[in-house]
């Protein structure tokens, strides 16, 4: 039998005014490696938890940039100086013919680049999440579940489930998992 280890602790709220109050209290109590598991948006929660806005649509701008500059680019250096075509006597340089290619390459750019952006950039700086059988059924249908895993610097498994009981949450557990290694 492999041995159990707790990685964290959940509970669960009913409205999204409890759990904002309840993010922003843990926030300001210290702790930093915990999530809140919403079955939508919930406006403010950010600010709430703490996080701050994403960069990544910068990359995915400077992408799309990029791809315009390139395609833009090899359009005119093909059209104009590698192999100049008359096409109905427009002009060789001719912007308007290139916008096609120039938007598809744009689009190429900035959807890949962001997609490998994001896959490189998501697995730095996270919060390690519950194992999905253990959160309750609902939990992102009706329910707002708290998560605070065991890897914060300030975990102490009964103290952060008294914490999470003083803040209104039902069912409030603490999580084991067999052969878990994150405390």
């Not at 994001?118 to 309750?136: E, F, S, Y």
């Not at 952060?160 to 409030?172: E, K």
Request: some cysteine; glycine content about 8%; hydrophobic content about 50%.
């Amino acid at each position: 039998m492999k041995p159990t280890s707790i990685t964290g602790v959940l509970g669960d709220f009913h409205g999204p005014d409890e759990a904002l109050a309840a993010a922003a209290r843990v926030r300001s109590e210290g702790w930093t490696h915990f999530d809140m598991l919403t079955p939508f948006a919930v406006h403010g929660m950010e600010d709430a938890m703490g996080q701050r806005r994403s960069w990544i649509p910068w990359v995915t701008g400077g992408l799309a940039l990029f791809g315009i500059l390139f395609a833009q680019a090899f359009q005119n250096y093909v059209m104009v100086y590698d192999w100049p075509m008359n096409f109905g006597g427009k002009p060789h340089a001719s912007w308007p013919a290139f916008v096609p290619i120039t938007f598809e390459l744009m689009v190429l750019c900035a959807a890949i680049g962001s997609a490998i952006t994001a896959i490189v950039a998501g697995k730095k700086d996270t919060v390690p999440q519950p194992p999905p059988l253990l959160v309750k059924t609902g939990a992102t249908v009706d329910r707002f579940v708290l998560w605070i895993s065991s890897t914060d610097p300030k975990w102490q498994a009964d103290a952060a489930q008294r914490f999470v009981q003083s803040l209104g949450a039902d069912d409030v557990r603490l999580v084991e998992v067999e052969g878990a290694n994150h405390a």
